[in-house]
């Protein structure tokens, strides 16, 4: 190990040193905890860019990375003591995923609560339109037997109506009939009166009276009457 070594790269010995006496300090590549002491001196060496088995580019360019590494916390120790970068960003994503969790759940309720209202509110539009549709059916079948009511009685009317003023018809029809009948039998019966049997012979004569010939005069009177 060098004798001469700067403050920065002191401190990288003493934190890679710190790490092995702990059991924090791993390989390069991660998977196992270093345990011989010789390998975990060339690994302090190697970060603090102080090994004599590299060029002087090579250990400036190791001590960047590790000082770098450092700043951002991605060490053993700073793993082991939870200050590293990482379980800080595994607090956050932790924080994160809980918070999204929480935010998911209450959107899923504000959900549900909304889906739960506009169920309600279209059962009961469901529920009134349902009544209003069985209030307008009773209504136009009330309407439908009122006119149909109505039909029928102006209907009945009318027949009456009809029927009354057909007999009326026929009864002053037949009224007339005889009445004309009485006044031609009337007419006859003065038209016969007062008649010779000669008269009343040719009047039967004309009329094609069948058997006349042998009629008295009181006979033709009735024929020609007839």
Do not use: C, W
Request: proline share 2%; no cysteine.
């Amino acid at each position: 190990m060098p004798t001469h070594q700067s403050p920065a790269q002191k401190k990288t010995v003493q934190r890679v040193m710190h790490e092995f006496k702990h059991g924090e300090l791993k390989t390069a590549a991660g998977k196992r905890k270093v345990k011989n002491p010789k390998q975990a001196i060339a690994i302090a060496l190697h970060e603090a860019g102080a090994s004599k088995y590299e060029s002087p580019k090579e250990n400036t360019k190791n001590l960047r990375r590790t000082k770098e590494k450092e700043r951002r916390g991605e060490t053993g120790q700073d793993a082991a003591e939870g200050r590293g970068r990482r379980t800080a960003k595994a607090s956050s994503a932790k924080s994160g995923s809980s918070t999204k969790r929480s935010a998911t759940a209450k959107r899923a309720t504000s959900a549900k609560r909304t889906t739960g209202t506009r169920r309600s509110t279209t059962a009961a539009a469901r529920s009134s339109g349902t009544a209003r549709s069985s209030t307008a059916k009773k209504t136009s079948t009330a309407q439908r037997a009122s006119s149909g009511t109505k039909r029928a009685a102006s209907t009945k009317r009318a027949t009456t109506t009809k029927r009354a003023a057909s007999t009326a018809r026929s009864s002053s029809t037949k009224q007339t009939s005889a009445a004309k009948r009485a006044s031609s039998g009337a007419k006859r019966r003065s038209a016969a009166n007062g008649k010779t049997r000669a008269e009343l012979y040719k009047e039967a004569t004309r009329r094609n009276i069948a058997g006349r010939s042998k009629m008295s005069k009181e006979q033709l009177e009735r024929a020609v009457q007839r």
